[in-house]
């Protein structure tokens, strides 16, 4: 079946710093992809859809200058946590729906990175 | 009100042990319902989807009602394996996927 890539896995950083976390999709092209954010015993939450060559779309609340989106090719999308705080510790995820199925509703998951902000 | 909605649980259930879990959605106009299985920390995998006419797939049975906008999820014969979260997941429309809160299920000997 299809797989989306996800690295890091894991990221400690210090207060302040960036982070950027790739998604990749290893055996199909996804012009879409999906950035969620999931705090403990809470359930994930979309940030934003990101199209291939185009903006990427912000759910409300999501700040846009603070998670920077790129979707330079039909199988990476990246997601940039600027100026990262503790407040910002979580566990982020991307997902994608493979072109080529038929009825694309089906979504692929990268594994995660858990981000920690000291 | 939530998009979706789910008790979060915990069900705590011995093995062997036949349990269910409901989950409401707002929209009426919802396309496609599904259900996800997410080990802790890990990312959520398909478990089933779920169609008007119910579907099974071993132990595992999903109904959906659309005129009451609720879905449900059967397990019978639970193993200690089932313990995870699962959620319920509603498509809006193509690129619109809500998640529900995940209900958590642990299954002991």
């Given amino acids: 079946g299809a797989v989306v890539s996800q690295h890091p896995s894991r990221v400690i950083c210090k207060s302040g710093t960036s982070v950027k976390i790739e998604c990749r999709s290893l055996d199909f092209q996804a012009t879409t992809m999906f950035w969620y954010r999931q705090f403990p015993k809470q359930s994930l939450m979309l940030m934003a859809t990101s199209n291939e060559g185009s903006k990427a779309t912000y759910e409300q609340g999501v700040e846009k200058d603070k998670f920077l989106i790129n979707h330079a090719s039909l199988t990476l999308s990246t997601l940039t946590v600027t100026s990262a705080h503790p407040e910002d510790s979580s566990f982020y995820i991307c997902s994608a729906r493979d072109l080529g199925e038929v009825t694309n509703e089906k979504l692929f998951f990268g594994s995660g990175t858990q981000l920690s902000v000291l | ?109």
């Fill in chain 2, 1 to 109: 009100r939530k998009e979706v909605e789910q008790d979060p649980g915990p069900f705590n259930v011995p093995e062997g042990a036949t349990v269910a879990f409901n989950c409401t959605y707002s929209n009426s106009a919802s396309q496609s319902f599904f259900w996800y299985r997410q080990d802790c920390r890990k990312e959520p995998k398909l478990l089933m989807s779920v169609y008007s006419s119910g579907n099974e797939d071993g132990r595992f049975t999903a109904q959906l009602n659309r005129a009451s906008q609720y879905i449900s999820l059967l397990i019978r014969d639970s193993k200690l394996s089932d313990s995870a979260t699962y959620l319920c997941v509603v498509n809006k429309n193509n690129n619109d996927m809500r998640f529900g809160a995940g209900t958590r299920l642990t299954v002991k000997p």
